[in-house]
């Protein structure tokens, strides 16, 4: 059976320099807030380019809490995001004490619908506090319609914050994705297209008072040892992590083109068939976190292609709005987030990670033909 994922298959594909790097974390002494993070933090900050900071801490959870709590967002406030992500994103914006708005998703792309982002702006849902932040989601490594919802954020005076948990490496209209909005989080989640060993995130910003201030706040708002001038948290990148992202980071270039090669087999593949191939907006570079497809006939074709040894996965089955921690006491925008109610009995992903064989490929691509 293909696995749908296989984070283990990165780490063969790099296991001398992964374990080098290990060693040498290791044989430092210093396994919190050392080199290798700091070390990790300029190399990804340079990947990024230029302007741009990054803070390492725990994950990517914390990472959207951080930015929230350095930009001072928290109780009485509501950040505007998507229903159609990963929880994460939701539950980071509730530890910072602030109030979600879900919003639904363009039913092409999976991402935030930007003319209701408007329409919110415009005219907020009574009862709830005023909105002081958006959370663009850039789902699957599909980049957010961003240049709308940059404007919309512009005319209502409020940050747009990057969540590109899924989409390290993407680009709208040539720029980087997390480069263009006030700050941005990323997961470093072992499945991602950048991932750790174990759990890690990283935020960016071209702010750097602002990521100074999230640099204090990361660790009980010290900015000097034992003293809090900050109310902070612990959450911090360790030093073992970051020695693998470090050796890992040069590839993540070559693994999103490999990802878009294997995509692009997919499509073929399925040129004939019922399904259509994921949608690219035009002036975007997807990088593939996942291949979703869509279809009212799910259920039957994950098993058809189980039959032929093909994991798939779904991401995701249940709407955050949907889910019983938030369902009935989460605010929503007007259109109910009636699309991502109907896509999300209807997606599933396919395998795809750089690491899949030419011989696991065709047998995606025959067992996609069969369909």
């Avoid at 974390?25 to 990947?47: C, D, P, V």
């Avoid at 930015?67 to 995001?81: F, Q």
């Avoid at 911090?236 to 692009?264: F, M, S, Y």
Wanted: with cysteine; aromatic share 6%.
């Amino acid at each position: 059976m293909i696995p749908q994922a296989d984070p283990g298959a990165g780490y063969r594909a790099q296991k001398e320099e992964i374990d080098a790097a290990v060693a040498r974390a290791l044989s430092s002494g210093w396994y919190i807030l050392g080199q290798e993070g700091a070390a990790f933090e300029r190399e990804y900050a340079q990947w990024l380019g230029e302007g741009q900071r990054a803070v390492g801490c725990a994950n990517g959870t914390d990472a959207i809490a951080l930015i929230l709590r350095g930009m001072g967002i928290g109780e009485g406030s509501t950040v505007v995001t998507v229903s159609h992500t990963a929880v994460a994103t939701v539950a980071a914006i509730e530890m910072a004490g602030a109030t979600p708005l879900l919003l639904d998703i363009d039913p092409d792309t999976y991402c935030m619908d930007p003319d209701e982002l408007a329409a919110v702006l415009d005219d907020p849902p009574p009862g709830i506090p005023p909105i002081r932040a958006v959370i663009a989601v850039h789902i699957y490594g599909h980049p957010c319609d961003l240049t709308p919802m940059l404007a919309a954020c512009a005319k209502a005076g409020v940050p747009l914050i990057e969540d590109c948990a899924q989409a390290h490496g993407a680009r709208h209209d040539g720029r980087m994705i997390g480069t263009i909005g006030y700050a941005a989080a990323y997961s470093l989640y072992p499945t991602k297209n950048l991932g750790a060993l174990g759990d890690g995130g990283v935020l960016s910003t071209a702010d750097h008072e602002l990521a100074d201030r999230i640099g204090a706040i990361r660790q009980y708002g010290w900015r000097e040892r034992y003293i809090s001038s900050l109310v902070g948290v612990n959450s911090r990148l360790d030093e073992v992590q970051a020695a693998i992202l470090r050796a890992k980071l040069p590839r993540l270039d070559a693994n999103n083109a490999r990802r878009r090669e294997i995509a692009a087999h997919y499509d073929a593949a399925l040129a004939g068939t019922s399904l259509t191939p994921p949608a690219r907006a035009e002036g975007v570079e997807h990088v593939f976190h996942q291949y979703v497809l869509r279809s009212p006939e799910r259920t039957a074709i994950m098993a058809a292609l189980k039959a032929q040894g093909v994991g798939t996965g779904i991401h995701y089955p249940v709407p955050v709005h949907e889910q019983s921690a938030y369902a009935g006491r989460t605010a929503l925008g007007p259109a109910a987030c009636a699309e991502t109610s109907r896509a999300s009995q209807e997606v599933f992903s396919l395998p795809l990670y750089p690491e899949l064989t030419e011989a696991q490929i065709e047998q995606v691509c025959n067992a996609l033909r069969g369909l």
